[in-house]
């Protein structure tokens, strides 16, 4: 069982930058790939971005492509997302995940959940 606890959220302007952080801890949480998911108000959550167990293949949303950069630190137990030129749309709860199948970009193909860090962007 990998517990996940998300921080760095907050109130930025359009254009702005933010970076969240996403610190696993559990006996195997460096051996899961990583995936960062927000939900909007009134909306379904959404994939964001994923990352690999070693740190490589990152994959995006198109929406964020070019954007946001996810990257993690093993010896840290930690995912972080790196959001740059933020954009109103991008205001949101955003979770992490630990994948649980393969290159998923759906929620039932990540578990362990973590509680959500909002992102408020202002135009």
């Known amino acids: 069982q990998v517990q996940l606890v998300e921080s760095g959220g907050g109130l930025v302007q359009a254009g702005g930058s933010l970076r969240l952080s996403c610190a696993a801890s559990g006996r195997t949480a460096s051996r899961y790939a990583m995936g960062w998911f927000r939900q909007a108000p009134g909306k379904e959550r959404e994939f964001v971005a994923a990352?690999?167990?070693?740190?490589?293949?990152?994959r995006y949303a198109d929406s964020v492509k070019g954007r946001f950069t996810i990257s993690r630190d093993n010896a840290k137990n930690t995912v972080y997302l790196q959001m740059n030129s933020l954009k109103p749309e991008d205001t949101a709860v955003y979770y992490c995940?630990?994948?649980?199948?393969?290159w998923g970009r759906g929620e039932a193909d990540f578990g362990s959940w973590g509680q959500g860090t909002q992102v408020t962007v202002s135009s």
């Open positions: 995940a630990a994948e649980i199948r393969p």
């Open positions: 990352i690999s167990w070693s740190g490589g293949m990152p």
